[in-house]
Nanobody, 124 residues
Framework: VQLQASGGGLVQAGGSLRLTCAGS????????TAWFRQAPGKEREFVAV????????YYADSVKGRFTISRDFAKNMVYLQMNSLKSEDTAVYYC??????????????????WGQGTLVTVSS
């Protein structure tokens, strides 16, 4: 599976962006797709995850209530809707996919496939 992330850009604090992760082929229901991000000078961190078969989402506390992860099964796409953006959301955002168990869903090492990253810059 090849992943391509897009949708990043420059936005003012309080604004919104929607990121898209496009998969090269349809993953089976056992896969999960997640978003991670890496801010300048910091380690990559988990943002959100959804199971490809649906019915499950999980968010980092820092984005809960502001970000929404969703997927379009027909289009092989996963989205990250980001609202009420803050300067601390500035980062390169990566999408990732893999067959992960619940206890590993926030760990980068659990995901086999990664997109190239898309830069989100939030100006204050």
């Amino acid at each position: 599976v090849q992943l391509q992330a897009s949708g990043g850009g420059l936005v003012q604090a309080g604004g919104s962006l929607r990121l898209t992760c496009a998969g090269s082929r349809r993953a089976d229901g056992g896969y999960s797709t997640a978003w991670f991000r890496q801010a300048p000078g910091k380690e990559r961190e988990f943002v959100a995850v959804t199971r490809w078969s649906g019915g499950f989402t999980y968010y980092a506390d820092s984005v809960k209530g502001r970000f929404t992860i969703s997927r379009d099964f027909a289009k092989n796409m996963v989205y990250l809707q980001m609202n009420s953006l803050k300067s601390e959301d500035t980062a390169v955002y990566y999408c990732a996919a893999g067959k992960v168990i619940a206890s590993s869903r926030t760990y980068q090492s659990a995901y086999n496939y990664w997109g190239q990253g898309t830069l989100v810059t939030v100006s204050s």
